[in-house]
């Protein structure tokens, strides 16, 4: 079947620090890959996106690469900001007409 | 942008009670919603595929006697959660997919309400 596993939370960082959130998959053909964002109170948003291996997405200074070869889609950003505390879900879906498959989603506190 | 709109955001509830919860598209409309379930500590799973005018499509393992969903119009879903018990606290949330979007990816027609908190006593 298909799957997302991505690290357990909360993470914890002070402001500037550099993050990792790592996301693996198991998929039965060929998925694009998601990085969702759900700050407090609210909906889920996408962060960023990559449909192809070896594609990097980007957005608001996180990026992710499409790793075919780990099957993984690692979330990464520079220096963090207290903003960016929230929760933050891997997903996948093999095509337009399907569902997106999640992770448990991790929760990143960042304090100043 | 695009505005999913759900309610409650958090309910508590004696069991043998039933709660209803609302998914709205507030901005566009939508012939398909999805409901997802959380349990702590577990992914987000997908409970059902909700289709405007058309009975809802359930997977594996999801009771559609005990969730119902009705998608009556183009901008509501509602998920009932029947005779509910505290097995069934969780963390619920809709998704609503812009048929008339703009954009080309499934991703960018795609939008999420804020979720439901639901605890049974």
């Known amino acids: 079947g298909n799957s997302v596993t991505q690290m357990e939370g909360p993470v914890t960082l002070s402001e500037e620090a550099f993050l990792t959130i790592n996301c693996t998959y198991t998929a039965t053909g060929y998925p694009s890959l998601f990085w969702y964002v759900q700050y407090p109170g609210e909906g889920l948003q996408l962060l960023l996106k990559?449909?192809?291996?070896?594609d990097k997405g980007s957005n608001k200074g996180f990026e992710a690469t499409y790793r075919k070869e780990t099957t993984s889609f690692h979330l990464e950003k520079g220096s963090v900001q207290v903003s960016d505390s929230a929760v933050y879900f891997c997903a996948l879906t093999l095509s337009g007409n399907t569902p997106l498959v999640f992770g448990k989603g991790t929760r990143l506190s960042v304090i100043a | 942008g695009a505005v999913v709109s759900q309610h409650p955001s958090w309910v508590i509830c004696k069991s043998g009670t039933s709660v209803k919860i609302e998914c709205r598209s507030l901005d566009f409309q939508a012939t398909t919603m999805f409901w997802y379930r959380q349990f702590p500590k577990q992914s987000l799973m997908l409970m059902a595929t909700s289709n405007e005018g058309s009975k809802a499509t359930y997977e594996q393992g999801v009771e559609k006697d005990k969730f119902l969903i009705n998608h009556a119009s183009l901008t509501l879903s509602t998920l009932t959660v029947t005779s509910a018990h505290p097995e069934d606290s969780s963390f619920y949330i809709c998704?609503?997919?812009?048929?008339?979007?703009?954009?080309?990816?499934?991703?960018?027609?795609?939008?999420f309400g804020s979720g439901t908190q639901l605890s049974v006593l």
């Open positions: 998704s609503a997919r812009n048929v008339g979007g703009t954009g080309k990816g499934f991703d960018e027609k795609l939008f």
């Open positions: 990559a449909t192809k291996a070896d």
